[in-house]
């Protein structure tokens, strides 16, 4: 039976970014290590490197998000980037949107032992709860699925003129080319690529951001959309 890897020490960075709540950090880092790996939510092989490749890499992803506003984190998986997103930024309120119960277990876990008051997890796929879960004004997501289909399972969940930020690797250019016309017919009107976490991490993470219109997801969804508010709105008459 294979050693379990140690997780190294907290960095200085992690303390600077994370701040009052370099604790909790740490505390989902343990996690992460130990519970995380035996429900193979994290390879074995990425302890090591969890700090700087998993936290720090998607707490950096803060620098993007604009104040005060709503996020889903699509695929959530094991919290990334939403948790980490979390713990830097009380100001947002962050749905953790996954669909399956074991993360959302380990997920629902993490929150209330971090008291994350401002996160909610939400069990499900992007195109079941369309309708249901209130549009938002950024979806976050990593390592979840190519551009063109992340964009289809994320876009429709914004609000209008939101915005959809992918933490992606080097690929990312190439991504956003391959999936320039299945964005345009998703709604969207601008698109950039951005590199954040200058002095923490190195290489800095790099985001793919997708900005909509008024009509995010385009005309098929804006009627689905329709469709489910109505259903709710009966569901809720009865």
Partial sequence: MTEAAELPPAPEQAREVFGDRFADAVRYAELLAEAGVQRGLI??????????????????????VPEGVTV?????????????????????????????????????EVVELLGLDHV?????????????????HVVTARAVAP??????????????????????????EEELKAAATALSKLGAVE????????????????????????????????????KAARTGRARRRR
Avoid: Q
Wanted: aromatic residues 4%; hydrophobic residues 45%; contains cysteine.
């Fill in 191 to 226: 698109t950039s690529i951005l590199h954040v976490g200058e002095g923490v991490v190195d290489p800095l993470s790099t985001v793919v951001r997708v900005e909509v219109g008024e009509s995010p997801g385009g005309v098929r969804f804006a009627a689905k959309r329709a």
């Fill in 43 to 64: 390879g074995p092989r990425e302890v090591p490197r969890l700090w700087e490749r998993h936290l720090l890499n998607c707490a950096v992803l803060s620098e993007a």
């Fill in 72 to 108: 889903c984190d699509v695929g959530s998986g094991a919290g990334l980037p939403g948790i980490p997103l979390a713990l830097v930024r009380g100001d947002l309120n962050i749905t953790l949107l996954e669909p399956l119960l074991r993360r959302t277990n380990f997920l629902t």
């Fill in 147 to 172: 551009l063109d289909r992340l964009a289809a399972w994320g876009i429709p969940l914004l609000r209008p003129y939101g915005e959809m930020l992918a933490l992606k690797g080097d690929t990312a």
């Fill in 120 to 136: 909610t997890v939400v069990r499900g796929r992007a195109e079941e709860v369309l309708g249901t879960l209130s549009p938002v």
